[in-house]
Antibody, heavy 118, light 103 residues
């Protein structure tokens, strides 16, 4: 059974940092592109970043470029999102997902809440 | 940049009725068009990928169609568990969602 479990969310002040993790199981992790999406309170879905299977290529939404870094450890079957210089508008539930093709994602984690506030 | 516009914003129907949800792109897009269902407090669930292919375990009452700029998700004979928010997606872009409410 495919499972994705996010962790690392929490409360942080503006300008602060957090690192999210997504532990994957039930599939061959290093065969898949992986994705981070987010959803602000009461808002729709937003793509944040995605990374190729060997971690050599990563892509970012303009809203997070230069502040967030996606990475993966294929030996640990874990996806990461390092978030720096956090802003209030980064407040959201962050989901990791397994890409099926062209960001269409069949498996999602349960999400982890990040709250940025003073 | 492509914009996906979903309509209506809210759709109120009764169980057993047919729901037709629209997703219109601001320019012609490829067939990598997906639909998701999301219930409160839950992660999105992939229903349809590549315009018309049902994801694993999705009931046959969910059907996707369309091409170019106009795409449709049809739910034949609504079940109580189908009342939720639905999003379309093309690559990194999502529509704003359609809320399907019980009438």
């Amino acid at each position: 059974e495919v499972q994705l479990v996010e962790s690392g969310g929490g409360f942080v002040q503006p300008g602060g940092s957090l690192r999210l993790s997504c532990a994957a199981s039930g599939f061959t992790f290093n065969n898949y592109w992986m994705v981070w999406f987010r959803q602000g309170p009461g808002k729709g879905l937003e793509w944040v970043s995605h990374i190729n299977p060997d971690g050599s290529s990563a892509y970012y939404a303009d809203s997070v470029k230069g502040r967030f870094t996606i990475s993966r450890d294929n030996a640990k079957n874990t996806l990461y999102l390092q978030m720096n210089s956090l802003r209030a508008e980064d407040t959201a539930v962050y989901y990791c997902a397994r890409d099926m093709s062209w960001l269409q994602s069949e498996y999602w984690g349960q999400g982890t809440l990040v709250t940025v506030s003073s | 940049e492509t914009v996906l516009t979903q309509s209506p914003a809210t759709l109120s129907l009764s169980p057993g009725e047919r729901a037709t949800l629209s997703c219109r792109a601001s320019q012609s897009v490829s067939n990598y068009l997906a639909w998701y269902q999301q219930k409160p407090g839950q992660a999105p669930r992939l229903l349809i990928h590549d315009v018309s292919n049902r994801a694993t375990g999705i009931p046959a009452r969910f059907s996707g169609s369309g091409s170019g700029t106009d795409f449709t998700l049809t739910i034949y004979s609504l079940e109580p568990e189908d009342f939720a928010v639905y999003y379309c997606q093309q690559f990194s872009i999502f529509g704003q969602g359609t809320r399907l409410d019980i009438k």
